[in-house]
């Protein structure tokens, strides 16, 4: 049977493995189910269609599940928030519903959002995503696995961040980031400095594969080439890796540009 402070508030349609923990005056809504081996801390509260994983943590004053803040939201709408398993929501988090009828807000599996982050309506976040301390995603942002966003950046609606990238701190995001690359602010403008390469090598990254991204990176960045252009090369001369096939793609896909 779940743990319960008696001073949480848990509404009984709630659905609660048998062993989560609710601390004290924690609040949990009616539509919130919560996956086995987590814990919502003091003060923490969960609203709205809102699916915690297992062996996940809310920390103290979390909210997560609240209605979006997007002015478009129709009173009425069903929307949900999913947060995949071994998850960390630390304190005071938030992570909102989605603004249309049947759009999700998405945190993926063993991701970091540290205090103060704020998790606006329609995002998706893959697996293992870190964003540190007062990062500010807008509504439909997309991170890919592993993508790190360093302290108090703010992050642009509709832009996407690439998959093992590393973005600095205190910067504002406005275009896309390229994954497996490194980018930070220059001179207030967001700009690839180059292949996240300690990043990629401590995940496991082969040498060849570090060594084709610092290849594609001076392409796209060092020979003066339109996008076109440094894709069709990048493809002529770079081993059809996974890694550079999806960089690639990326930057074909891109609707708001790449920094």
Same mark, same amino acid.
């Given at each position: 049977?779940a743990?319960? #402070?008696?001073t949480a508030?848990v509404?009984?349609a709630a659905?609660?493995a048998?062993d989560?923990?609710?601390?004290?005056?924690?609040?949990?809504?009616?539509?919130?189910?919560?996956?086995e081996g987590s814990?919502?801390?003091?003060?923490?509260?969960?609203?709205?269609h809102?699916?915690?994983g297992r062996?996940?943590?809310?920390?103290?004053?979390?909210?997560?599940?609240?209605?979006?803040?997007?002015?478009k939201y129709?009173?009425?709408?069903?929307s949900?928030?999913?947060?995949?398993?071994?998850?960390?929501l630390?304190e005071?988090?938030?992570? #909102?519903?989605g603004?249309f009828d049947?759009?999700?807000?998405?945190?993926g599996?063993n991701?970091?959002?540290m205090?103060?982050?704020?998790?606006? #309506?329609?995002c998706?976040l893959g697996?293992?995503?870190i964003t540190s301390?007062?990062?500010?995603l807008?509504?439909?942002?997309?991170?890919?696995d592993f993508?790190?966003i360093?302290?108090v950046?703010g992050? #642009?609606?509709f832009?996407?961040?690439?998959?093992?990238?590393m973005v600095?701190g205190?910067?504002?995001v406005?275009?896309?980031?390229?994954?497996?690359?490194?980018?930070d602010?220059?001179?207030?403008?967001?700009?690839a400095i180059?292949?996240?390469?300690?990043?990629l090598?401590r995940?496991?990254?082969p040498?060849?594969?570090?060594?084709?991204?610092?290849?594609?990176?001076?392409i796209?960045?060092?020979e003066k080439?339109?996008?076109?252009q440094?894709?069709?090369?990048?493809?002529?001369?770079?081993?059809p890796?996974?890694?550079?096939a999806?960089?690639v793609?990326?930057?074909?896909?891109?609707?708001?540009?790449?920094?």
């Open positions: 049977m743990k319960i #402070h008696p508030f509404d009984p659905k609660l048998d989560v923990e609710i601390g004290p005056l924690a609040s949990v809504g009616p539509d919130v189910t919560i996956g814990t919502v801390q003091q003060g923490a509260i969960l609203r709205g809102t699916t915690i062996n996940c943590r809310v920390y103290p004053y979390a909210c997560v599940g609240m209605k979006t803040q997007d002015l129709i009173d009425g709408s069903v949900y928030v999913e947060i995949g398993d071994g998850t960390v630390r005071f988090s938030t992570v #909102h519903l603004t049947g759009e999700k807000t998405i945190v599996k991701c970091l959002i205090a103060y982050c704020h998790v606006a #309506h329609g998706v697996d293992h995503v301390n007062c990062v500010q807008a509504g439909s942002v997309t991170i890919e993508g790190i360093g302290g950046t992050v #642009h609606q832009c996407r961040i690439g998959a093992h990238s600095g205190a910067g504002k406005r275009r896309d980031i390229p994954p497996y690359m490194m980018c602010e220059v001179d207030g403008d967001m700009r180059g292949p996240n390469t300690v990043g090598s995940r496991g990254f040498k060849n594969v570090c060594a084709a991204l610092k290849d594609a990176y001076r796209i960045y060092r080439l339109n996008r076109s440094a894709m069709e090369k990048i493809e002529a001369e770079i081993e890796l996974p890694e550079i999806h960089l793609k990326f930057y074909r896909e891109s609707t708001r540009g790449v920094c």
